[in-house]
């Protein structure tokens, strides 16, 4: 039973250190908790995907409300991919991946943001352009490396 606890013990930090490496957060598999990336756009609304309309990019399972959506993406999944890999990005702005929750979004300029929750966000808000602007410099350090 000991030996069981232990590899068990193992197996969940080897799980949670993979969990962090990954260029895009995701949960169960799926970008942005299943959520619509192209809906936060067009219909500036967060929009639970559904499996029919799915795209596996960059190792993760994107889900869509509709097929234009899931072929708008397809056609040009960088205009609506979430910054910094769907993670928090006021942790990108401190150095580090942190989860997120969907209920955070914002687009500035153009470009899908997500934090931690909505305390980090009020955070985030007050100093977005220079947040965005560190975060953007330490982001292709930070998504490969924790």
Sequence with gaps: MKKLIIALSVFLIAAGVQAQKAEIFSTDGKAIKGYDAV???KDSAAVKGSEIFSHQWKGTSWLFSTKA???AFVANPEKYEPQYGGYC?????DGHKAPTETNTWT???GKLYFNYNNKVKEYW???QPALIQ???TLWPTIKDNE
Excluded: I, M, S
């Excluded at 990005?89 to 702005?93: D, E, F, R, S």
């Design 134 to 136: 560190k975060a953007d």
């Design 107 to 109: 687009v500035v300029n």
């Design 69 to 71: 959506n899931r072929d």
């Design 125 to 127: 808000n007050k100093n």
């Design 89 to 93: 990005a006021y942790g990108t702005a």
């Design 39 to 41: 809906a936060f756009f």
